[in-house]
């Protein structure tokens, strides 16, 4: 008996359990012979603990085998549950190639484990997976005007949606969201003001959320819809200028308000290609955050007076009676005369004060109650 290996691997408990109904012993009264608690003899059978040393003991001693019968039955058995070092190495390796687990990990998005089965079912949990080679699904597909979404950027945007499946806002009223454009204007005289964004967008139905992006994934906004209601706008702020955040945040309601996002996601980086490749949907956003920026007209005349001798004076005064702050002037106006390097210390940094009120995931916070 003591030299039998099954033909099949299974749990020693089971092994056990025919045991104890072969000499017509309950779990409890083989307890009582071996001094220990039934709970402990209940958790072998149902494969929940593990067979020790000490437990080998005395699991002979009450059956009349050796203790290195049982010892083998558990090594055996752990053995068959450890896949081959191949397996487990391409494995890994493969799961890591294809997603940012390092930088997952180090946000917190999903736990660490030395497991790789345990490390790839907690990556296919965040991404509603099945299996690491299937294609990542989000509600729709995506809309985006040139390439496809890389998983760098999946990973973000899943996170995006995990925070804003968590936020809880009133019902999206696209009448309220068009009049807090109004109250959101009044906030673009001074950086300070922007800490009441987040409020304004929430009253409207808007979830706002700020998820610092992953290196090398290139994205800057994006736009989708919760079940194709609830409207959520995601900013990295890598770009965190005064100008690129008032451009990309207005570029991103736009989405909202013509109902961009309800059939596949829009997702933003301002970096590829022209504009004249941007699909209408993209142009349409572009063409309200800058007028929303400033009004285009105006700033047409400005530049036909003053160009190519731009003072200090007659731009500070052109952003005073556009009711502005110069750094949003300033970005408008080096887009359009392509010099960027105008004006560019009148645009003053404002992450800090967008994530002092916004969800924010990044940037020195760590969210781990999700």
Known sequence: MDNF??????PPGEFLKDALENLGW????FAEVIGRPTRVVNEIIAGKRSITPETARELAAGLGTSAQYWLNLESAYQLSQVPPVEERIEREAALRRRFPIRQMIKRGWIEASSDPVTLERATLDFFNLRSANDPIQFQHAARRSSQDITDLQWA???????????????????????????????LMMAPEEIRHIPRILSECGVRFVIVEPIPGSEIQGVCFWLDGRAPVIGLTLKRDYIDRFWFTLRHEIEHVLNGDGKDGIVVDDFEEGSSLDLPAFEKAANEAAAEFCVPQASLS?????????????????????????????????????????????????????????ALTDGYGKVLTDM
């Open 156 to 186: 973000w945007i899943f996170r995006v949606k995990q925070l804003a499946e968590y936020m809880s806002v009133p019902m999206y009223s696209e009448a309220k969201l068009r009049s807090g454009l109004i109250e959101l204007e009044r």
């Open 26 to 29: 309950t779990q409890t009264e």
């Open 301 to 357: 005349n400005f530049i036909a007076r003053h160009h190519p001798a731009y003072s200090v004076h007659n731009f500070i005064g052109f952003a005073r009676l556009m009711n502005r702050h110069p750094g949003i002037i300033a970005g408008q106006l080096q887009r359009r005369i392509n010099d960027h390097r105008l004006f560019k210390k009148h645009q003053p940094r404002v992450r800090e004060i967008v994530v002092s009120t």
């Open 5 to 10: 290996e099954p033909a099949e691997v299974f």
